[in-house]
């Protein structure tokens, strides 16, 4: 059985809240846990452990996801959030999966990020971000509609010859989700991109060259919600399936 580490979401104290107020929560989505699980792999909420414990922790799984969520904070990639950003990001949680990330690229453990996964791969290896794409990149493509959700949908091109075409050779259409406000500015170093969106050329997917091609790789859309939206939208089983054979 694969043992595959998955980031924890985190919800800080709430007084409001009924339940567990006082206490900070670490979860991992639904859809997440549903597309992540398959026979012989099976998904682990890695905790925010102390340094020591959580190492060892770590040192037990065969590959590590880091799923979606709140914004990564501009200081984690040396700038100061836009004037009024009501978008300041999640400084606790950047220094947690940094950490875990950090691990796992040290040990040569295969990694799938997925959306704010993706970015945070983009910002561990030297990259920025668009804070704010609407505010901060001329597009008309909407990347993000709080109550459509995972029913926003765009198209993207596959960099050719490359290993998402590779991945996808049949593909008739080249549909995504898009639930991303934040999106690649400056490429990190030593990645490659094997997707963009169509129409603004934001990159939509790229992979690490300092190790086997897909053994470190990231995507913007959400693979794990494909099942809600199904129509015309690429295959989202094949990034998995592709990442699970590094395990």
Not at 86 to 106: C, H, M, S, T
Request: with cysteine; proline share 6%; charged share 20%.
């Amino acid at each position: 059985m694969k043992k595959i580490g998955v980031s924890a979401c985190f919800m800080y104290p709430d007084v409001g809240r009924t339940v567990f107020g006082p206490k900070t929560l670490s979860y991992l989505e639904q859809d997440m846990a549903t597309y992540l699980y398959r026979f012989g792999a099976f998904p682990v909420l890695i905790p925010d452990l102390p340094d020591e414990p959580l190492e060892s922790f770590l040192s037990t799984f065969d590959g590590f996801v880091f799923q979606g969520g709140t914004d990564i904070a501009p200081l984690s990639y040396g700038e100061q959030p836009l004037p009024n950003s009501q978008w300041p990001g999640d400084p606790y949680r950047d220094n947690y999966e940094l950490k875990v990330l950090d691990f796992a690229i040290k040990n040569d453990k295969p990694v799938l990020g997925i959306c704010r996964g993706f970015q945070l791969l983009n910002v561990y290896f030297g990259g920025t971000l668009y804070q704010d794409i609407n505010t901060q990149l001329d597009t008309k493509v909407l990347h993000r509609d709080a109550q459509l959700y995972d029913q926003v949908k765009h198209k993207i091109h596959f960099t050719a010859g490359g290993l998402l075409e590779e991945l996808h050779p049949e593909a008739e259409s080249y549909w995504v989700n898009s639930v991303h406000h934040q999106g690649v500015k400056q490429l990190g170093e030593d990645l490659k991109i094997s997707a963009v969106s169509s129409e603004d050329q934001l990159v939509e997917a790229f992979y690490w060259t300092k190790t086997a091609p897909g053994q470190v790789m990231g995507v913007q859309w959400h693979p794990e919600f494909f099942r809600n939206h199904p129509q015309d939208l690429i295959d989202g089983d094949l990034i998995y399936q592709y990442f699970l054979r590094f395990c």
